[in-house]
């Protein structure tokens, strides 16, 4: 029997859909699957053994996949390129978005989700509005969606011989014991929103706060749009700080996240990575939503008092927890 999961991006939402993995694996007894995505999220799957093939989409992919025949497709984004995809691949079952009639729908057995999203048949207002009502993890719906008997299963990210070395030699030359506690700080989040960002000023007071701990080391994450912001950081911090750096790759920057005993983050691609390796997290949230991520009871979520909860909007101002 095989499957194939159209899952493009984010890369943070592709390692939180690994989750799906083991529940087909369970139902599906001996399925082979085989997933669709970009060539940005191409390295958080390859060494994942539920995985029979990786397939980055382009217009020989989508050649290859019409000619194949699927039982099931499954199929979760909401873009053109995604739903088109879907709708030409050969397969008996469909869950998820496709094309009918050039427009985009989805399936009714996902609507759970898609109710919820862009593609919703009851306009943006009601989709926001069911958005922050709803209270189960993103985990637990496509579970749900997919008819798969939920048990917490975890998303699956593995690294490498040669990706935890990159990470050890870290270690080594930034004097990283394993008798240390390893603090990672990502309070970055990209330029899509604005505001799932601590602020420059508070994310130093953090740094000099939490550098009081016994044998503590902290580690400052962040990627290429982070540079200035971490510049500014490290002026401001009064006391010691490692630098990961903000241009690491993917999986360098999933190998130092590795080190990490905790892992203080905003809701961003760092947040899961450092759940799909099992660390202890603390998660700050202002516009996006909190019920969605499942922490697998390793972690906080901090969020607002007051103010945009699940609003989604690119601009709020993010006030104190």
């Known amino acids: 029997m095989d499957i194939v999961i159209i899952k493009l991006g984010a890369i943070g939402d592709v390692i939180r859909t ?17 997933w669709v995505t970009k060539k940005e999220s191409f390295d958080v799957l390859k060494n994942n053994n539920f995985i029979n093939n990786i397939h980055i989409i382009d217009n020989k992919t989508i050649k290859k996949l019409k000619n194949k025949a699927y039982y099931l497709t499954i199929s979760l984004d909401d873009g053109h390129e995604a739903c ?30 898609f109710d919820m999203g862009l593609l919703s048949r009851f306009g943006k207002q009601k989709a926001d509005w069911l958005k922050a009502k709803n209270k189960k993890t993103y985990q637990e719906i496509m579970y749900k969606i997919l008819g798969l008997k939920y048990k917490k299963q975890e998303p699956v990210l593995i690294l490498n011989k040669n990706e935890l070395d990159f990470g050890k030699e870290f270690a080594q030359k930034h004097d990283i014991k394993n008798s240390d506690l390893v603090i990672g700080i990502n309070t ?34 962040g990627g290429h749009e982070e540079k200035e912001r971490n510049k500014k950081i490290k002026e401001l911090v009064k006391t010691k700080i490692i630098d ?57 979520k901090l969020i607002p008092k007051k103010g945009c909860i699940c609003c989604y ?9």
């Open 313 to 321: 909007k690119p601009k709020m101002r993010w006030l104190r927890v």
């Open 188 to 221: 970055g989040a990209g330029g899509r929103w604005e505001d799932k960002k601590l602020g420059i000023e508070e994310t130093a007071e953090l740094i000099d706060k939490l550098n009081k701990i016994r044998n503590v080391k902290i580690l400052l994450f």
């Open 18 to 34: 690994t989750a799906i993995l083991a529940g087909l694996k369970a139902k599906y007894k001996n399925c082979r699957i085989d």
């Open 84 to 113: 088109e995809l879907a709708a030409k691949v050969d397969s008996k079952k469909i869950i998820g978005a496709y094309l009918k009639n050039n427009k985009k729908t989805y399936t009714n057995n996902s609507s759970l989700w």
């Open 244 to 300: 990961a750096g903000c241009n690491n790759s993917l999986m360098e920057f999933a190998s130092l996240v590795n080190l990490c005993n905790v892992l203080v983050t905003s809701d961003s691609l760092a947040l899961h990575i450092g759940t799909a390796l099992k660390k202890k997290v603390v998660a700050f949230f202002c516009p996006t939503s909190p019920n969605e991520i499942e922490l697998y009871s390793r972690g906080i």
